[in-house]
């Protein structure tokens, strides 16, 4: 369902200023510190919201695959909190910030669909936050895969998974070959 409101409030900003951009993995669509001068929007492909911490590690944010808005909790920010990554090929519409507050500051049901928008993203980051939260991999995998209601990516793509679910890409190997039978 979020899938589909998501393209449908798209679909309205499709009348504003807008630019389309391709990125290849590892392409930072923006950094953390920068200006929010876009609303972005994922056409294909999937892209994640990275925070860094002081050891070294990394958090994911956001997994924003294609009909979701990337850090739309931006929106009414000066700046990034964080860097942005094209974990596949990736296609974005990003929307000019101005046009995007102009517009929902005068269309009413388009501010309240924008509202329902967040409030369905808000569920999500809390069904994350609960993933996180588990203590075995094995918990965090099963979790991860009934979220989004997904199979595992090709073998190439395990990394991004290991990150979404906060543990190491060799931990998440170990258990993915032991229990290859299994799944």
């Given amino acids: 369902?979020?899938?589909?409101?998501?393209?449908?409030?798209?679909?309205?900003?499709?009348?504003?200023?807008?630019?389309?951009?391709d990125y290849v993995p590892g392409d930072l669509v923006f950094r953390r510190d920068g200006p929010v001068e876009w609303l972005h929007f994922v056409d294909r492909g999937l892209v994640h919201l990275l925070r860094y911490k002081a050891d070294g590690g990394m958090t994911v944010l956001q997994r924003a695959e294609a009909n979701y808005f990337l850090a739309e909790a931006s929106l009414f920010?000066?700046?990034?909190?964080?860097d942005a990554q094209a974990i596949t090929a990736a296609s974005l519409t990003r929307f000019r910030k101005s046009a995007v507050i102009a517009a929902l500051n005068s269309d009413p049901e388009l501010a309240a669909e924008w509202a329902k928008y967040l409030s369905r993203e808000v569920q999500r980051t809390r069904a994350r936050a609960e993933l996180l939260a588990l203590r075995k991999l094995s918990d965090r995998l099963d979790?991860?895969?009934?979220?989004?209601?997904?199979?595992?990516?090709?073998?190439g793509q395990w990394i991004s998974v290991a990150r979404e679910i906060g543990v190491s890409p060799e931990a998440l190997y170990r258990h993915l070959a032991a229990n290859r039978l299994k799944r």
Avoid: T, V
């Fill in 1 to 21: 369902m979020i899938q589909i409101m998501s393209n449908q409030i798209a679909e309205r900003f499709r009348a504003l200023p807008s630019e389309h951009h």
């Fill in 143 to 155: 979790a991860w895969l009934e979220i989004g209601d997904r199979a595992l990516p090709e073998k």
């Fill in 77 to 82: 920010s000066p700046s990034y909190h964080c």
